[in-house]
């Protein structure tokens, strides 16, 4: 299973928006609504910021939101802040019973 | 409180064998499917594996198959990794994380992370 696409690094200024995009298959991604989008910062452990494509966890702010269309994700963080600058990483369910990870992308704050 | 922590891992020989653990506390364990994923140093994540709420199911990724078994212990609350002949490229840390769906429902994402345990296969 091939990993999703991501973007390896993204950039904003704070209060700008930004998206990333997630690219994979008709066999994970197109396939499924079990789309997810983790954060992490250097050293931590991942934290779940969006589930089942659009869905945000208690406690994420409603800046965080996410999307699909076809075999493509996105990740939208809207009204930049410093603590958003983390590593983000898109998963998706696949037909082969498995789980599937982008490569990841960095996003900067400037 | 409800936390994993995950223990075992270290520096080991290739071709030797490894078991991590994952110690879950907070919630009952034995509802929810457990899954242990990897991250390379300076990398990616990459998930490993899948075992059921109740142990009757297990998955694998490609790269882990026939290698590495997840098991579980739900009288002792434990998730853990079977790691057998240690290639270079198992060199990572080991997290478990938690579906968060329950009993026979997978939802494939995941609610709860520990901190990772760290392998690095060295001779």
């Known amino acids: 299973q091939s990993a999703l696409t991501q973007p390896a690094s993204v950039s904003g200024s704070p209060g700008q928006s930004i998206t990333i995009s997630c690219t994979g298959s008709?066999?994970?991604?197109?396939?499924?609504?079990?789309v997810s989008w983790y954060q992490q910062h250097p050293g931590k452990a991942p934290k779940l910021m969006i589930y089942e494509v659009t869905n945000r966890p208690s406690g994420v702010p409603d800046r965080f939101s996410g999307s699909k269309s076809g075999n493509s994700a996105s990740l939208t963080i809207s009204g930049l802040q410093a603590e958003d600058e983390a590593d983000y990483y898109c998963s998706s369910y696949t037909s082969s019973t498995s789980l599937v990870f982008g490569g990841g992308t960095k996003l900067t704050v400037l | 409180q409800v936390q994993l922590v995950e223990s075992g891992g270290g520096v080991v020989q290739p071709w030797r064998s490894l078991r991590l653990s994952c110690a879950a506390s907070?919630?009952?364990?034995?509802?929810?499917?457990m899954h242990w994923v990897r991250q390379a140093p300076g990398k990616g994540l990459e998930w490993v594996a899948v075992?059921?709420?109740?142990?009757?199911?297990?998955y694998y990724g490609d790269s882990v198959k026939g290698r590495f078994t997840i098991s579980r212990d739900d009288s002792k609350n434990t998730l853990y990794l079977q790691i057998n002949s240690l290639r270079a490229e198992d060199t990572a840390v080991y997290y478990c994380?938690?579906?968060?769906?329950?009993?026979?429902?997978?939802?494939?994402?995941?609610?709860?992370w520990g901190r990772g345990t760290l392998v690095t296969v060295s001779s």
């Open positions: 075992i059921w709420y109740d142990g009757t199911n297990a």
């Open positions: 907070g919630f009952t364990f034995s509802s929810y499917g």
């Open positions: 994380a938690r579906d968060s769906g329950i009993y026979l429902r997978l939802n494939w994402f995941f609610d709860l």
């Open positions: 008709s066999s994970d991604i197109g396939g499924y609504n079990y």
